[in-house]
């Protein structure tokens, strides 16, 4: 699909994950939670060509959860926002249009949008700062117990949990990491195998806990909320592509 470099806006993902946050910022009362959801997930399947994505209004309806009509609904409304917009494509075999490409543009500094209230808002919605912390259990020599293919997956939270505690015995760390996986799964859980995106869950824990043998880390949700999402982009790529 190198085509679709014809199409990105952005030079490099930071870039797109900062258009995003400002779109979200400056349009915070103009776009309900639905019409936020469908940003978001155009912006993971725009990440390897940065703010295009080749999709189509039932790919974005499954991902999302909602109805077809819905989400062209919320297309349209990102589009009068100039906040997306769609190229239509055609199909070069039977004729007729197929997926739209959608290009999510830059956003526009507009001064009388950032106020005080609209800073607060993008605040709010960007992403914690992967900057981290925690202390690494003394097993660190020991093999891994959980080797991921091996794990038997009968009970989310409990694979989940026995992988932070062969680090580190913390319910409450544990309960906010298992929180940020959820709310970072949740919209494309119905695309997946529930084991496919524990296994990234897990791939994150390790990651994470790996590193704080190399350097301090001050915020440990932070740093896990950033790894998960890359984990998660890399699967969602390596599919959808």
């Known amino acids: 699909m190198h085509y679709l470099s014809n199409y990105q806006t952005f030079q490099s993902k930071q870039q ?6 400002d779109h979200l910022s400056a349009h ?12 978001n997930t155009i912006a993971r399947y725009a990440v390897k060509f940065a703010g295009a994505a080749h999709l189509k209004a039932a790919t974005l309806a499954e991902l999302i ?8 609904r919320a297309i349209n409304r990102l589009q009068d926002l100039r906040i997306i917009r769609k190229v239509v494509t055609n199909r070069k075999v039977t004729g007729g249009q197929g997926a739209n490409i959608i290009q999510i543009l830059p956003a526009i500094a507009d001064s009388s949008l950032r106020d005080d209230q609209a800073e607060v808002s993008r605040r709010h919605d960007a992403v914690e ?16 117990p959980f080797l991921k293919q091996n794990t038997v997956i009968n009970n989310t939270y409990k694979a989940f949990k026995q992988s932070v505690n062969y680090f580190v015995n913390d319910s409450q760390l544990t309960n906010k990491l298992y929180g940020i996986f959820l709310a970072q799964t949740s919209y ?5 195998e529930s ?4 296994d990234c869950g897990i791939e994150a824990v390790m990651t994470t806990f790996k590193a704080t043998k190399r350097k301090p880390i001050r915020n440990m949700a932070g740093y896990y909320h950033g790894v998960l999402d890359r984990v998660l982009d890399r699967l969602m790529t390596e599919v959808f592509r």
């Open 16 to 21: 797109l994950n900062e258009a995003v946050a």
């Open 28 to 39: 915070h009362y103009e776009l309900s939670e639905t019409v936020r959801e469908v940003l």
């Open 65 to 72: 959860g909602k109805s077809e009509k819905t989400i062209r």
């Open 129 to 144: 700062p992967v900057v981290s912390s925690g202390e690494p259990s003394e097993n660190e020599k020991e093999p891994y």
């Open 188 to 192: 494309i859980k119905h695309c997946y």
């Open 195 to 198: 084991s496919e995106l524990l």
